[in-house]
């Protein structure tokens, strides 16, 4: 994915998207997020809609 500067920005990254949606989740869920190596050089936008599409996948949805 890059060096560690690039892993701990996508981290924090991450980390601040997934905050935003816990409410989405069922209590006592547990979530793993990973990160493949092009987050390294994904926007926020970016982030924000695939780890929006995959909580989707994972709770059943309708895919948007």
Do not use: F
Request: proline share 8%.
């Amino acid at each position: 994915m890059g060096n560690a500067v690039v892993r701990n920005r996508v981290k924090r990254r991450l980390r601040h998207l997934m905050g935003e949606r816990l409410s989405q989740l069922p209590p006592g869920s547990l979530v793993v997020v990973r990160a493949l190596p092009d987050a390294g050089d994904a926007g926020h936008d970016s982030l924000a809609r695939d780890l929006d599409s995959a909580l989707q996948r994972l709770l059943g949805g309708p895919p948007t």
